[in-house]
């Protein structure tokens, strides 16, 4: 069994400060680890994944996340924020091909001016 | 752009309405999903497609019965629904079952 929890529901913060969205995972196999983001009225966009290698990953828009295996961890981070990150952010967890993904149940970042 | 391209991208239906949500995948992938996400909760499986068979169905109401003709097409026609089944239902495809997913803007649907 796997599962995520996203520690912050929500998140405010001003515009070009450094944010930091934390996810946790649980699970009993290897794990490839996922975010994506979900901007106003829109569907799921991936925003980067780790499945093996490098635990620092980069994706796009500037945010990277790192695998921390011990802490279980894969926490998401961007050192300046602009107004166009207000989105709803969601980590995944899946145990590797012919393993179903497990989301979490998102954090909305609200970038203020 | 997303190569996966769901519609329509709005829904009114009434309860005795039939219609069905389209999905296209141009990814050339293998498996394809319909999630539902509705307000405040998190995002529920709702069918996978692996090679065009139905591998899972987590307990879905039978007034929703999804279709997958060849591997890149997936539809969900809906029948007889409820208002809570107003949601945004969302469409997403992966090279195999468990690799990455990819989603397309999903279908708002509303039940009057």
């Known amino acids: 069994a796997q599962s995520v929890t996203q520690l912050d529901s929500q998140v405010p913060v001003f515009e070009e400060a450094p944010v930091e969205l934390r996810c946790n995972y649980s699970?009993?196999?290897?794990?490839?680890l996922f975010w994506y983001v979900q901007y106003p009225n829109q569907g799921l966009q991936l925003l980067l994944k780790?499945?093996?290698?490098?635990?620092l990953v980069k994706g796009i828009n500037g945010f990277e996340a790192e695998f921390n295996k011990s802490q279980t961890s894969f926490h998401l981070r961007k050192p300046s924020v602009h107004i166009s990150d207000t989105a709803e952010y969601f980590c995944?967890?899946?145990?590797?091909?012919?393993?179903?993904?497990?989301f979490g149940k998102g954090t909305l970042l609200t970038v203020n001016p | 752009e997303t190569g996966v391209t769901q519609t329509p991208r709005h829904l009114v239906m009434g309860m005795t309405n039939k219609k069905s949500l389209k999905c296209e995948q141009h990814?050339?992938?293998?498996?394809m999903y319909w999630y539902k996400q509705s307000a405040k909760k998190p995002l529920e499986l709702m069918f996978v497609?692996?090679?065009?068979?139905?591998?899972e169905n987590n307990s879905v109401p039978s007034r929703f019965s999804p279709e997958c003709p060849n591997s890149s097409h997936l539809f969900l026609h809906l029948h007889t629904l409820q208002p809570e089944d107003s949601a945004l239902y969302l469409c997403?495809?992966?090279?195999?079952?468990?690799?990455?997913?990819?989603f397309g803007e999903g279908s708002w649907l509303t039940v009057v």
């Open positions: 780790y499945l093996s290698g490098s635990t």
């Open positions: 997403a495809s992966s090279q195999e079952y468990g690799n990455t997913i990819y």
């Open positions: 995944a967890v899946s145990g590797g091909s012919n393993y179903k993904l497990t």
């Open positions: 699970s009993s196999v290897s794990v490839y």
């Open positions: 497609y692996n090679f065009k068979e139905q591998t």
């Open positions: 990814l050339g992938h293998n498996a």
